[in-house]
């Protein structure tokens, strides 16, 4: 899938982060921020560097994720436009909590710590939008937890491939991610989850092309996860 903000000469339509602001203070935020474009595989930040600035998805995919003393990796989530990350750091001044690695083709947009905090005294509405998304962040982390009490593994594949589907409609969903990423999202080893993905294959509920998963039926994995459908 090509996830990219709307293209509508605005860098920041979208951001719910951004989306109170004035235009003319939202353009300076524009002209403040530097482009960066991220290659897949490049690791962005990691765990413990310095928090030094907010970074504006407006094309690709990023994988955040936490690294075991044994190497072993669990991704946390999947950051797509129109959204931000590494606002945690910027609010307390603190380090990283965790990486993140391009796992598409990125175009981002980076805001140095001092120009957000700038930007955050002048504009107080944008701390209820930071408010909103930390409070997303302990909802998805309860909700992780609370899986893998409750869920099985092909309960969990399933609910994280209807979670990377995203809002998609249609009716075949190509998920640009290999099952080694896959594996690190679910919290199971890469051969329990290839066996998962077998699995839905024999059903007709995906199929998979190289290193990509095409969703045919997700309506069946909503319902493999506990989801109910929609």
């Known amino acids: 899938m090509d996830h990219r903000l709307p293209d509508s000469g605005d860098a920041l339509t979208g951001v719910e982060m951004f ?8 353009q300076r935020v524009i002209a403040t921020a530097v482009p960066r474009t991220y290659r897949k595989g490049q690791i962005i930040f990691v765990e413990h560097d310095p928090g030094e600035s907010l970074i504006i998805l407006k094309r690709g995919a990023v994988a955040i994720f936490r690294t075991a003393p044994t190497g ?8 797509r436009p129109p959204d931000v990350l590494g606002e945690v750091s910027l609010l307390d001044a603190s380090a990283r909590s ?3 690695e391009a796992i598409e083709d990125c175009q981002a947009l980076t805001l140095s710590r001092a120009a957000f905090i700038d930007l955050v005294h002048a504009n107080p509405r ?10 997303a962040l302990i909802r998805r982390l309860t909700e992780q937890n609370t899986d893998h009490v409750f869920l099985d593994l092909p309960g969990r594949v399933a609910k994280t ?18 099952q080694s990423q896959l594996a690190e999202m679910a919290g199971g080893s890469r051969q329990s989850v290839n066996q ?4 839905f294959a024999s059903r007709g509920w995906l199929r998979t092309e190289g290193r990509r998963i ?4 997700l309506q069946a994995l909503r319902r493999r ?6």
């Not at 989306?19 to 939202?26: C, I």
């Not at 072993?72 to 950051?79: C, D, G, I, P, S």
């Not at 944008?126 to 409070?135: C, E, K, N, P, T």
């Not at 996860?225 to 929609?230: C, E, I, L």
């Open 161 to 178: 491939l209807v979670r990377l589907a995203g809002e998609s409609q249609a009716p075949m969903i190509t998920i640009e991610l290999n």
């Open 214 to 217: 095409v969703v045919t039926d």
């Open 98 to 100: 965790a990486s993140a």
């Open 196 to 199: 998962a993905i077998g699995s």
């Open 225 to 230: 996860a506990g989801m109910g459908t929609v």
């Open 19 to 26: 989306a109170g602001l004035e235009p003319d203070v939202r």
């Open 126 to 135: 944008i701390l209820d939008a930071v408010m909103r998304s930390v409070g």
């Open 72 to 79: 072993e990796r669990a991704v946390l989530t999947v950051v």
